[in-house]
């Protein structure tokens, strides 16, 4: 019942996280082209603080959530992909390591939300993030065979996340750049 319990939770974490994210993409994309035909700073300072309210709500307690659990409870977090791992303390070890780094990086995207400085740092941490996930599940799905379908919506997860924030930063939406000034 508590590994059923946790699936769900978890899957409809994944969906709220992806709908969240392309939500606020959307939104952000529309009212930041709008603000930029006003051509004034207040206008993108209003967009930031936005943008900040977005990320201190479900998007980033979901996100922090998930990549907790991998560290505090990675048995049954996995096991909703129907991963087994055991008592193993060294895959236990392993599995709890990748979970603070990505607890850690989570933290470093909050960051991004309030501190003008580190948006761009969170964005590109993201990119590179969702897309060395997703990319490396493909490249595991041609080496090793396909996995749970949990696994491939996982996988979709994290390309599309990834792409996003890729374009984010390529088309310069992002809302400071690395030298910490505002975007327009």
Same mark, same amino acid.
């Not at 709220?16 to 035909?37: E, H, I, K, Q, Y």
């Not at 991004?112 to 993030?129: D, E, K, N, P, Y």
């Not at 990319?135 to 996982?154: E, H, I, T, Y």
């Given at each position: 019942?508590?590994?059923?319990?946790?699936?769900?939770?978890?899957?409809? +974490?994944?969906?709220?996280?992806?709908?969240?994210? !392309?939500? $606020?993409?959307? $939104?952000?994309?529309?009212?930041?082209? +709008?603000?930029?035909?006003?051509? @004034?700073?207040? /206008?993108?300072?209003?967009?930031? !603080?936005?943008?900040?309210?977005?990320?201190?709500?479900?998007?980033?307690?979901?996100?922090?959530?998930?990549?907790?659990?991998?560290?505090?409870?990675?048995?049954?977090?996995?096991?909703?992909?129907?991963?087994?791992?055991? +008592?193993?303390?060294?895959?236990? +070890?392993?599995?709890?390591?990748? !979970?603070?780094?990505?607890?850690?990086?989570?933290?470093?995207?909050?960051?991004?939300?309030?501190?003008?400085? #580190? @948006? $761009?740092?969170?964005?590109?941490?993201? /990119?590179? *993030?969702? *897309?060395?996930? !997703?990319?490396?599940?493909?490249?595991?799905?041609?080496?090793?065979? #396909?996995?749970?379908?949990? *696994?491939?919506?996982?996988?979709? $997860?994290?390309?599309?996340?990834?792409?996003?924030?890729?374009?984010?930063?390529? /088309?310069?939406?992002?809302?400071?750049?690395?030298?910490?000034?505002?975007?327009?």
């Amino acid at each position: 019942m508590t590994q059923t319990w946790l699936l769900f939770t978890y899957e409809v +974490s994944l969906i709220s996280c992806a709908l969240v994210a !392309g939500v $606020f993409l959307t $939104f952000s994309d529309f009212v930041m082209r +709008s603000l930029n035909r006003a051509r @004034t700073s207040a /206008t993108v300072e209003v967009m930031q !603080g936005i943008n900040r309210e977005v990320f201190k709500t479900v998007f980033m307690v979901l996100l922090i959530g998930m990549w907790g659990a991998i560290l505090f409870v990675p048995d049954e977090f996995h096991a909703s992909s129907g991963i087994v791992i055991g +008592s193993d303390e060294n895959l236990l +070890s392993e599995v709890r390591a990748a !979970g603070g780094a990505l607890l850690a990086c989570a933290m470093i995207v909050l960051l991004g939300a309030f501190i003008s400085r #580190l @948006t $761009f740092t969170a964005l590109l941490l993201s /990119t590179v *993030l969702y *897309l060395s996930y !997703g990319v490396s599940r493909l490249v595991s799905m041609a080496v090793d065979g #396909l996995p749970s379908l949990n *696994l491939m919506a996982v996988t979709l $997860f994290e390309l599309g996340i990834g792409l996003v924030c890729a374009l984010a930063l390529a /088309t310069g939406k992002s809302s400071a750049s690395p030298d910490g000034k505002a975007v327009a």
